[in-house]
């Protein structure tokens, strides 16, 4: 048999199969050959190290849902209630050393005496309350080297809210972003 036909009579194949689970419920509740079951850790660390360094099939994809799905998914997530015992299990796992944006402890560092109210109003004038970035207003003052000892009125910028804790993730590109926009400024 040519090998056109072959994949082909598979995917029928496929289709047949997976048309009777759907009419015949199989694969939800009791009925899921899987109910009941898990899988042991060696099998768990076995799976995940299978999809180590695969790029999800969505990834970058923008559009790839119909708006239909996409508000059947906002209507089942709308409301959910999670139990304190659950929001303190999530919270945990995304907390202190285990969270994706951890720097070592370094958000309990102390500020330079220097860094007070008078420098900060300072650098808010000399930026007119506005957003180096989007020009909204802002009144967060930022350390443009994420070096909180450093209080040189060049390494600090007035940032909206937003941009200030977007300025926390990617940090290279944000200090040279912010330097190159202090140098076009003369500051």
Not at 22 to 39: A, L, M, Q, S, V
Not at 106 to 118: A, C, M
Request: charged letters at 35%; glycine letters at 8%; proline letters at 2%.
């Amino acid at each position: 048999m040519p090998k056109a036909k072959t994949e082909q009579a598979e995917l029928e194949r496929r289709r047949k199969i997976s048309k009777t689970m759907i009419e015949n419920d199989i694969t939800k509740g009791k009925n899921n050959p899987r109910y009941g079951k898990y899988h042991s850790k060696k099998t768990k660390q076995k799976i995940g190290n299978s999809l180590k360094g695969s790029i999800p099939w969505n990834k970058g994809k923008i559009g790839i849902y119909s708006e239909k799905v996409l508000e059947k998914n906002r209507e089942v997530h709308k409301g959910l209630i999670l139990s304190k015992k659950c929001k303190e299990k999530i919270s945990r796992a995304v907390s202190g050393k285990n969270h994706h944006n951890w720097q070592g402890g370094i958000g309990k560092l102390p500020y330079s005496w220097g860094f007070n109210n008078q420098l900060k109003k300072e650098i808010r004038e000399r930026d007119s309350y506005q957003c180096q970035f989007c020009g909204k207003f802002g009144k967060c003052i930022h350390h443009i080297n994420y070096n909180k000892k450093d209080c040189k009125r060049k390494k600090l910028i007035n940032l909206c809210v937003g941009h200030n804790v977007e300025a926390n993730y990617s940090r290279e590109k944000w200090e040279l972003c912010f330097t190159v926009l202090n140098e076009l400024r003369g500051i």
